[in-house]
């Protein structure tokens, strides 16, 4: 497999024009600010009388409405939630592409199912960061950058993947190393990382461990300690060096625990629950749900978060961070 770096990269493909940045949340301002610092001409596309607008200009950027921005731009970086992206496309950005444009999203979602089809006439490409975008941005200021992954849905040019590798260095990602991809690949493992593993998976391990010990008359704090507040321990493990930092760095009765008791709770019945998810995802059924959940204004999504944010590890959890000093809002702020 090869690993894009900063030699692989020919910024002009994209530095040579206005780039649009549409939307400025945290992978949009992430973006924008680092392109504007590797000298591209950058415009932001938003709504004027938001408060996104206000930030943008605060932060010295050009302000535009989405259909402007994208009207002025030659590549168009649409950093929006996915939900969006066929409103704005259709309705902002659609009309004003002329051959040769490029389109760029962050996530494959709405490109690999079908809700932004775009012209044959323009590139469509994918430049995802593999981190959040404060950490992009902070990496580029030092010199260093965050992984990227890259893909090519679409290419009208014949400079789209140059393109694609342009934006990634630009906002930092060859510095760290930039990986190609497609669109179906990074939609469908992104998709199912999130709900198996990092997020679905991981906090019903979370509430099933904590609700086996109180079940089983151990005390709610306990349980919230040793099941959620030290999970952080193990993760950060994990981060900086995979399966052999977190063994050298545990007891020999948590390791030994680990490879005996792991096996027995994420089982070959797991693993079938998660090649159903998979396959949800795969077939397109989550994206179906998902979109029509959307569409009937997330009835089911609004019951399902309240439920989770009402379970009794949160009030527990909410009274034991009271008083961990280190969380509390500017503990961690350094002097001038």
Same mark, same amino acid.
């Given at each position: 497999?090869?690993?894009?770096?900063?030699?692989?990269?020919?910024?002009?493909?994209?530095?040579?024009?206005?780039?649009?940045?549409?939307?400025?949340?945290?992978?949009?301002?992430?973006?924008?600010?680092?392109?504007?610092?590797?000298?591209?001409?950058?415009?932001?596309?938003?709504?004027?009388?938001?408060?996104?607008?206000?930030?943008?200009?605060?932060?010295?950027?050009?302000?535009?409405?989405?259909?402007?921005?994208?009207?002025?731009?030659?590549?168009?970086?649409?950093?929006?939630?996915?939900?969006?992206?066929?409103?704005?496309?259709?309705?902002?950005?659609?009309?004003?592409?002329?051959?040769?444009?490029?389109?760029?999203?962050?996530?494959?979602?709405?490109?690999?199912?079908?809700?932004?089809?775009?012209?044959?006439?323009?590139?469509?490409?994918?430049?995802?960061?593999?981190?959040?975008?404060?950490?992009?941005?902070?990496?580029?200021?030092?010199?260093?950058?965050?992984?990227?992954?890259?893909?090519?849905?679409?290419?009208?040019?014949?400079?789209?993947?140059?393109?694609?590798?342009? /934006?990634?260095? %630009? @906002?930092? !990602?060859?510095?760290?190393?930039?990986? =190609? $991809?497609?669109? *179906?690949?990074?939609?469908?493992?992104?998709?199912?990382?999130?709900?198996?593993?990092?997020?679905?998976?991981?906090?019903?391990?979370?509430?099933?461990?904590?609700?086996?010990?109180?079940?089983?008359?151990?005390?709610?704090?306990?349980?919230?300690?040793?099941?959620?507040?030290?999970?952080?321990?193990?993760?950060?493990?994990?981060?900086?060096?995979?399966?052999?930092?977190?063994?050298?760095?545990?007891?020999?009765?948590?390791? /030994?625990?680990? %490879? @005996?008791? !792991?096996?027995?709770?994420?089982?070959? =019945? $797991?693993?079938? *629950?998660?090649?159903?998810?998979?396959?949800?995802?795969?077939?397109?059924?989550?994206?179906?749900?998902?979109?029509?959940?959307?569409?009937?204004?997330?009835?089911?999504?609004?019951?399902?978060?309240?439920?989770?944010?009402?379970?009794?590890?949160?009030?527990?959890?909410?009274?034991?961070?009271?008083?961990?000093?280190?969380?509390?809002?500017?503990?961690?702020?350094?002097?001038?």
């Amino acid at each position: 497999m090869k690993i894009y770096t900063q030699e692989d990269a020919n910024p002009e493909a994209v530095r040579a024009a206005p780039v649009a940045v549409i939307g400025y949340g945290s992978q949009g301002r992430a973006h924008a600010r680092n392109l504007k610092s590797s000298g591209c001409e950058v415009i932001v596309g938003l709504r004027p009388d938001g408060e996104s607008a206000k930030r943008a200009a605060d932060d010295g950027f050009e302000v535009a409405s989405v259909r402007e921005a994208a009207r002025a731009a030659r590549l168009i970086a649409i950093l929006t939630p996915d939900m969006t992206h066929e409103k704005i496309f259709e309705e902002e950005i659609a009309p004003g592409l002329d051959q040769g444009d490029a389109l760029l999203f962050a996530h494959g979602f709405t490109v690999h199912y079908g809700r932004v089809r775009a012209p044959k006439n323009v590139d469509v490409i994918m430049v995802a960061p593999k981190g959040p975008g404060d950490l992009v941005r902070r990496e580029y200021e030092k010199g260093r950058g965050v992984p990227c992954l890259f893909a090519v849905h679409q290419d009208a040019t014949g400079k789209a993947k140059d393109r694609a590798l342009a /934006y990634a260095h %630009l @906002i930092g !990602g060859t510095a760290a190393g930039a990986i =190609e $991809t497609t669109f *179906r690949e990074e939609t469908e493992t992104d998709l199912f990382g999130e709900q198996a593993v990092l997020c679905g998976g991981a906090t019903e391990l979370v509430l099933a461990g904590f609700e086996t010990l109180v079940e089983a008359g151990y005390r709610p704090e306990i349980a919230y300690y040793e099941c959620m507040h030290e999970l952080k321990l193990i993760v950060d493990l994990l981060y900086e060096g995979g399966l052999a930092k977190m063994h050298e760095f545990v007891s020999e009765t948590a390791k /030994y625990g680990d %490879l @005996i008791s !792991g096996p027995r709770v994420v089982n070959e =019945e $797991t693993r079938a *629950r998660m090649r159903d998810v998979l396959k949800d995802i795969q077939t397109g059924a989550f994206a179906r749900d998902w979109i029509l959940e959307n569409q009937a204004g997330k009835p089911r999504y609004a019951k399902l978060l309240e439920a989770d944010l009402n379970h009794p590890i949160e009030e527990t959890g909410r009274k034991l961070r009271e008083r961990m000093a280190w969380l509390q809002p500017g503990a961690n702020a350094t002097a001038e």
